[in-house]
């Protein structure tokens, strides 16, 4: 079964007079497990995709199915609850909390959303960190690590909660050439390690190159491959 199913999905943003048509008539199907990307220019539609499977955002029309739950009728509640048992997000911006080490860093999803005893915490913690190899890093604060680093902690918040789908987008816009490799890299890695499925965006050809599927968007159009 598709982990991911987008049926007819058209987006359309109102701002006074002026209509923007984010996505048009997008239909699609992300199959469990996957590493996955969406491409395309700025303004093509990857932002307003990612946030509709994220459930952060709903369609003007059309359907979207994330983990067998019609994400697109769920009410604010419904989708914040949503959000926090079955989504990861990594941000462009890492987004890591400056007062607190990765060690917080990393506990914070627990403490928010799965309400974990602290022993309990603490092992999760450790080894999500232990996969993204930030172990050593544990008691650092977000600015005394690199840009690679800090993405690095995002990954491990990510995943802490196990959930069955992380979504990125853009990751690696901030980071350095290799560091932005690195980091796709070491996505693929959790998703062969905890069959995680990833789905992120870029635009940058380097790093496309790293994903099993793209997904094309050009002005809100789903160009490659095409609409099944
Ligand atoms: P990308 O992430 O590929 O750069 P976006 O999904 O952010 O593209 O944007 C797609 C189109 O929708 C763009 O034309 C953008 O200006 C427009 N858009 C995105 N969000 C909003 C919004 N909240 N209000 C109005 N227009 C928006
Ligand atoms: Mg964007």
Redesign the pocket.
Known sequence: MALVKIKNVS?T???GE?Q????QNVSLSIEDASFVS?V????????????LIGCLDKPTTGDVFVAGEQVNILNRKQSAAFRGSVLGFIFQAFNLFSVLTTFENVEYPLVMIKNESISKRKEMVLKALESVGMLDQKNKFPDQLSGGQKQRVAVARALVTQPKLVLA??PTANLDKKSAVNVIRLMRNMRDKFNTTFIF?T?DPGIMEEAEVLYT?ED?RLVCPANK
């Open positions: 987006k943003y109102l701002m002026v923007t048509k984010a996505l969406f395309g220019p700025s303004g093509s539609g990857k932002t307003t995709i990612l946030n987008d853009e965006s635009h968007l809100g």
